[in-house]
């Protein structure tokens, strides 16, 4: 009864110290992002004050999920400080509660933080990039002209040649490149090709270009009206390219794997390592409540709030470093993003209870 009592207690006090905190950073991140798109877009032709506060709200929901980690950190110490300042902790401590069920609330509470990260706020950020995207296209180009930010190259060996093809913009349902650019490169030789048409059509064994313009070097540039190229290769691996610039949310890869395999979802490491630390977003949460706990729970009202802080800051920005270096290996495939994800949580989570069951036998 005392056990169940308390616990209720704690896990409320525990939402509503995040409630508060995550208000004060929305807050913070409009005013301040709001001031960048100002100072970075406001330039721009087609700008309004009005869509410039659109854009930073819409980019809310990436920051705190991008953040969401060190918040809960920042959260669980300030949670983990006040309950040690009015002896509430060590009174629960002294009724017979063990550690563990002290920390229950605490660490049910960032689990269901994760959670909602995933299934709410990261349809959110899919559909608030969308929107920013959009917007910033409009005021670019306020005529309508579309165009790509990022245009996508890809490498393709034929006949012991390096062909390089990109294309100002794609339209996948007709198989058409439009402004397409191609370099073909002989290593023997070191002879260069490039040729720049108004668009191209993609078959199952050639390329087909329409209003080429042929350069070659020490060469007279050569215009032709349509030429093929015998070259096999598929819309699929330009979509593989330019998804790497497109984040998904929870439910987009759920239904793609209702009818694909797993493997043809991801098409890059980036997009998996991408999946895979959204996923154990809730478990990261708890590693980082666990930290601010192995950090605060030995102290009591009377040693200097500073000390707290400061073995928080060092606890977290060890985790950061590690959480960098591990995205470094993954997206470059020297690991497993599997494995990138894991590593972080895993010798978090083992730190901190091991600290924790010290503290617990003393």
């Known amino acids: ?183 073909t490169i002989n290593p023997k030789n070191g002879k260069i090709i490039r040729q720049e048409s108004d668009f191209a059509i993609i078959h199952k064994k050639m390329i087909s270009l329409n209003k080429v313009m042929e350069y070659t070097y020490e060469k007279p540039p050569i215009f032709r009206d349509s030429m093929t190229i015998n070259l096999s290769i598929s819309m699929s691996d330009f979509h593989r390219l330019y998804t790497q610039f497109t984040s998904y949310s929870i439910y987009d890869i759920v239904q793609k794997a209702r009818f694909s395999g797993i493997s043809d979802i991801f098409h890059n490491s980036i997009l998996e390592l991408q999946f895979y630390f959204l996923m154990t977003t809730p478990f990261m949460l708890i590693a980082m409540t666990l930290i601010a706990a192995s950090v605060s729970l030995g102290f009591n009202h009377s040693v200097s709030s500073r000390i707290i802080i400061t073995y928080g800051i060092l606890a977290g920005f060890m985790l950061y470093t590690i959480i960098i270096v591990m995205k470094s290996l993954g997206k470059a495939g020297i690991i497993l993003p599997s494995v990138a994800t894991s590593i972080p949580i895993i010798s978090t989570i083992s730190l901190s209870i091991f600290i924790l069951l010290q503290k617990e036998d003393c």
């Open 1 to 183: 009864m005392l056990f169940s009592i308390l616990w209720r207690y704690f896990f409320k006090y525990y939402l509503k110290i995040t409630i508060y905190v995550l208000s004060a950073v929305i807050i913070v991140i409009f005013i301040i992002d709001l001031n960048e798109i100002q100072i970075q877009k406001g330039s721009l032709p087609g700008y309004t004050d009005s869509e410039g506060a659109l854009l930073a709200i819409t980019r809310i929901p990436l920051i705190i999920e991008q953040t969401i980690p060190f918040t809960t950190l920042v959260i669980s110490m300030i949670v983990f400080f006040n309950l040690n300042r009015k002896n509430e902790l060590v009174i629960a401590r002294a009724s017979g509660i063990s550690i563990w069920q002290l920390l229950s609330p605490f660490v049910t509470g960032s689990f269901l933080l994760g959670m909602f990260i995933i299934l709410i706020l990261s349809p959110i950020v899919n559909t608030g990039e969308k929107i920013g995207s959009l917007l910033i296209e409009q005021w670019s180009n306020p005529q309508g002209k579309s165009n790509l930010d990022v245009i996508p190259w890809i490498h393709v060996k034929h006949e012991e040649k390096d062909v390089f093809i990109g294309a100002e913009a794609i339209l996948e349902q007709k198989k058409l490149l439009a402004g397409t650019t191609i370099f």
